[in-house]
């Protein structure tokens, strides 16, 4: 498979007039004439918004290159017979060829067919977190938002991509501050760790204000859409709900299939609270801080 942008691929241009339907998930950028084009402008202080028009690719908010798998081709539904508690690969109800053709790996994710429903009564999709295993409620009519809320959050695990946080308030607290102690003893010294722990100093002030002014969980609502690993789930949860989405820039504020609330909004590039990857090393954690600040949400819009 040819990457986005890449010789012999569909040119950029052309990429974001088509009008497919985008499952929205976001993969490492392969190597190619567009990613140096990308990488350049960053360099240069192009805005993201900017890298993404011109190139089809766009910088996630950890710093990291990433480009769209369209969905299109992607078929996935419950397959005749299964009865909740059953256990299957993702490849054997879900063809997706674009992103197996990238990432075999996924086609072996575990799925668990479940009823598990909210306190409103929607069915829930989720993640065992002992596991890893999917669980898809059996009763979901379109599995595609489902799937590619808890495919991004593999991917960016796998890949290293910004970390996520864990719902409720002091657990955000907690990973916050542990954030903060990874960058400190992982050796990182200079502009890159002081601009690092001044943001994460930022979401704490925000997250306390937040709960002072309104209530713990309003704060702990803003804070789950303020997570860049928890921005990018969500982000491909919606957009897979809405067609003919013609390629528009992934991390846009303001769109028709965001929720109207400003609190379940994702605030601006330049805003958000990004968390190290989970295991990473310290040498991989100041990789993290330099990508973050010379070509992430560190760097600005």
Do not use: C
């Not at 290159?65 to 397959?79: F, R």
């Not at 595609?144 to 946080?165: C, M, N």
């Not at 954690?285 to 560190?298: D, E, P, T």
């Amino acid at each position: 498979m040819t990457a986005l942008g890449a010789p012999g691929s569909r040119a950029a241009g052309d990429i974001a007039k088509e009008g497919a339907n985008r499952l929205n998930v976001l993969i490492p950028a392969a190597p190619s004439s567009q990613s140096l084009m990308a990488r350049g402008m960053r360099e240069r202080g192009a805005e993201n918004r900017e890298v993404f028009d011109r190139t089809g690719l766009v910088y996630g908010h950890e710093g990291r290159l990433k480009q769209e798998i369209p969905d299109y081709p992607m078929k996935i539904e419950a397959p005749a017979g299964a009865q909740v508690g059953d256990e299957m690969k993702l490849g054997e109800f879900a063809d997706h060829p674009e992103l197996f053709a990238r990432m075999p790996h996924l086609a072996d994710q575990l799925v668990r067919w479940t009823d598990k429903r909210n306190p409103m009564g929607r069915p829930v999709a989720k993640t065992d977190p002992a596991t890893g295993t999917f669980e898809f409620n059996l009763h979901q009519q379109d599995l595609r938002p489902d799937a590619a809320k808890l495919l991004q959050y593999r991917i960016g695990q796998d890949e290293g991509f910004s970390g996520t946080v864990r719902h409720g308030y002091d657990k955000i607290k907690a990973d916050i501050d542990n954030a903060a102690a990874t960058a400190r003893s992982s050796g990182a010294t200079g502009e890159d760790l002081d601009a690092y722990l001044a943001m994460l100093d930022r979401n704490r002030t925000f997250m306390a204000d937040t709960a002072r002014a309104k209530d713990i969980k309003t704060a702990d609502q803003f804070m789950g859409i303020r997570s860049a690993g928890n921005i990018d789930a969500k982000m491909a949860e919606w957009r897979a709900k809405v067609p003919d989405l013609e390629g528009r820039f992934p991390y846009a504020r303001h769109a028709a299939y965001m929720p109207n609330k400003a609190h379940r909004r994702p605030p601006q590039f330049q805003d958000t609270m990004v968390l190290p990857p989970d295991g990473a090393s310290p040498d991989e954690i100041v990789r993290f801080l330099a990508n973050w600040r010379q070509f992430g949400s560190g760097r600005g819009p």
